[in-house]
């Protein structure tokens, strides 16, 4: 779900973090004739949502429909944006992870996205030394911007409500919320692979677990590499994550029943980060309604 929110993220004309996404079941014929069924974890269908809401909760029929709504090639551009380096048929399937990955490629990913869309590539060597300790051999970091700050300040803010309110929500049962997590958990399908990423401000940490006989397991993201995570991250000590807001990105209220825009106080009021342009036009004031700030403005012109 990261990834396909993270490409429409890029269009901010056409997507924001409180674009409506309709999460029910639909089906695809491919060029093949074979006919793809995505279906939710929980094998239930959750209706209109935000955007930001089915990244949170992983909800796949929802961001499945957004990756085939951006184009799945998009997507898979985007996989290699981030860092993975793979030649992936551009099948639907691609959207809900048929791809094999290893906790490598993973955590170059999600570094991208923990370093405001600047790419560095993963080593295991940092320098070759001599027996007293003169360099014979560095490996310098190489970093290159593959992505709009914004874009990544949305997707970094999603990652958060995934802690907050969504899969990743036990976390805050052993850390404190103070530290501001952002992460984003993985399972698949047939309960094979359980995924966690997340990250502080100068720590990111990748867990996967599985069977060696590639056998199935009863562990979801949330229930396996989530613990692990949290357990080391408990003892790592990290220091709370502090975004800084890009300068493409302001903050908006809305109101979250109807992602309308509203005012600061008013009932059901809360700020989200837009990218400049994309934000809703703010709502009257609270007890106001539109004809009344209408007339509001005409008195002001008139005196």
Not at 209 to 217: A, E, F, H, S
Not at 249 to 258: C, G, R
Request: proline fraction near 8%; include cysteine; glycine fraction near 10%.
């Amino acid at each position: 779900t990261l990834f396909r929110s993270l490409t429409a993220l890029e269009r901010p004309s056409q997507y924001t973090l409180t674009s409506w996404l309709v999460d029910e079941p639909f089906s695809v014929k491919g060029q093949d004739g074979q006919v793809w069924r995505p279906q939710n974890y929980d094998r239930r269908a959750h209706g209109t949502i935000y955007l930001y809401q089915g990244l949170a909760n992983s909800y796949n029929l929802s961001t499945a429909k957004l990756g085939l709504e951006v184009g799945v090639p998009t997507v898979l551009k985007t996989l290699e944006r981030l860092g993975v380096s793979r030649s992936w048929p551009a099948f639907p399937s691609m959207l809900l992870g048929a791809g094999a990955l290893t906790p490598v490629e993973v955590a170059t990913m999600y570094q991208t996205i923990a370093n405001g869309g600047f790419n560095t590539p993963l080593r295991a060597i940092r320098n070759v030394l001599t027996a007293d300790g003169q360099p014979l051999k560095r490996y310098p970091f190489q970093v290159q911007q593959r992505f709009d700050p914004g874009a990544i300040y949305l997707v970094q803010t999603a990652m958060q409500r995934v802690m907050s309110e969504g899969t990743g929500r036990s976390v805050y049962n052993q850390l404190p919320r103070s530290l501001n997590l952002a992460g984003k958990t993985g399972t698949s399908n047939d309960s094979r692979d359980s995924w966690f990423a997340g990250f502080s401000q100068d720590l990111l940490a990748v867990v996967w677990m599985g069977r060696d006989d590639n056998g199935p397991t009863p562990l979801t993201g949330a229930t396996g590499a989530l613990q692990v995570w949290t357990g080391f991250m408990r003892r790592a000590d990290p220091l709370p994550l502090n975004m800084p807001m890009p300068d493409n990105v302001v903050m908006a209220w809305v109101d979250a029943a109807t992602g309308q825009g509203s005012a600061a106080g008013c009932p059901n009021a809360v700020q989200m980060p837009y990218i400049r342009g994309s934000e809703p036009a703010p709502g009257p004031a609270c007890g106001q309604t539109p004809a009344d700030t209408v007339m509001d403005w005409v008195r002001g012109w008139l005196n």
